[in-house]
């Protein structure tokens, strides 16, 4: 199954990083979720959950101000608040 | 010449402060591994947000838009600046608080010459006492910063003047800090944060990609304005707070090797003391007997 890679940054540091198969979060004007070989894409995040779904279950965080970008299959989460749920 | 009395208590006296500076010498070692951890930590996602911002700087590159964007303005002429200078709340640290402060002088002095009023937020109470005492009025200090800053502190401090250079009512900010080049070498710094310089932007890698930006250019660059500001004057407080304590370990192991050699000193002229005591006895009882006889 294809997957894709997935970090999230935080000021105080890495919160997770690792292989996903799906990534959803609360943009700015609307929820988006990221499947693999999504095109690339930059978007802001407003205040909402981040989720992310890797072979051994989902994560799930609250971010509240942040950006989210892909590119290469790659998924970076920058926050600038994050709490683990 | 001293006693054997006095000098046993100046052995004893040198004795603690040694054990006192060699206490905060490891306190200091052990608080800048983690404070070098933590800017290591928060790098990746300041790296992160400049390469967005380079990304954003190609697709919303048109002058036009600037003017839409306060953060984006560059005034003509300086004529107030805020000035953030990034001090400790305590000393025993070596030149830190010294170093840095000269070099704010120096800039004060200088925009004073250009015409520049010069606003000065002092953050530790090291650089507040120094100003206070030179006279020179400090428009806000912030004392409750300590040797692991927040983000939200940062926050705090960064976001009114965000807002009042966006308004109008501030041309420039800066930051006057000790920058962490390595841990063995540490230098004062000047960094502009506004206006945006345009060399800042461009240098560095950008990802390269042809994005889908979502909602919009604008609306993305300006979350990441602000988000970016932040984050670099949240990269000076950790890197501030690692040189301080880099500064005192520094500082403690020289007072530790000093009262070593103090009282190793003090040591030799106390048997030299007590052996010359011990002579003269032996001399006045070889002196009293030949009496008798």
New interface residues.
């Given amino acids: 199954m294809a997957t894709l890679h997935c970090q999230v940054l935080t000021p105080e540091g890495r919160a997770y990083e690792g292989e996903a198969t799906f990534v959803e979060a609360q943009a700015v004007d609307g929820r988006v979720g990221i499947l693999p070989r999504h095109a690339p894409l930059l978007t802001a995040l407003g205040q909402g959950p981040l989720r992310v779904r890797t072979a051994d279950g989902d994560r799930s965080w609250t971010i509240e101000g942040g950006f989210l970008q892909v590119l290469d299959n790659q998924v970076s989460v920058v926050a600038e608040r994050l709490t683990e749920d | 010449m001293a006693t054997a009395r006095e000098l046993k208590n100046k052995i004893r006296s040198v004795s603690n402060t040694k054990k006192i500076t060699r206490t905060m010498e490891m306190i200091s070692t052990a608080k800048s591994r983690v404070c070098q951890k933590?800017i290591e930590?928060?790098q990746?996602?300041g790296d992160?947000?400049g390469?967005?911002l380079r990304?954003?700087g190609r697709a919303a590159s048109d002058p036009e838009q600037a003017s839409e964007y306060p953060l984006l303005r560059s005034p003509e002429k300086i004529r107030k600046e805020a000035m953030i200078v990034i001090t400790a709340n305590r000393g025993l640290c070596g030149g830190y608080n010294t170093n840095v402060l000269k070099l704010a002088e120096r800039r004060i002095r200088r925009l004073a010459d250009e015409g520049t009023t010069c606003e000065i937020h002092m953050i530790g109470k090291k650089g507040a006492a120094r100003f206070r005492y030179l006279g020179r009025e400090v428009t806000q200090g912030y004392f409750e910063i300590d040797d692991k800053p927040?983000?939200?502190q940062?926050e705090a401090i960064a976001q009114p003047l965000l807002d009042r250079y966006a308004a109008g009512e501030l041309d420039a900010v800066s930051i006057v800090v000790c920058h962490y080049e390595s841990a063995s070498r540490q230098v004062p710094v000047e960094r502009p944060l506004l206006p945006l310089g345009g060399g800042d932007e461009a240098e560095g890698e950008s990802?390269g990609?042809?994005?889908?930006?979502?909602?919009d250019p604008g609306?993305?660059l300006s979350?990441?304005l602000p988000?970016s500001l932040k984050?670099r004057f949240?990269q000076s407080l950790v890197e501030a707070a690692a040189c301080e304590q880099i500064a005192r370990r520094v500082a403690m192991k020289n007072a530790t090797d000093n009262a070593e050699e103090m009282s190793h000193s003090y040591k030799q002229l106390y048997n030299r003391t007590r052996q010359a005591t011990i002579t003269q006895e032996i001399l006045e009882v070889i002196g009293g007997s030949q009496g008798m006889s």
């Fill in positions: 933590r930590a928060v990746p996602y992160k947000l390469e967005m990304d954003l927040t983000y939200a940062a990802s990609g042809e994005f889908i930006l979502e909602p609306t993305i979350h990441l988000v984050t949240f």
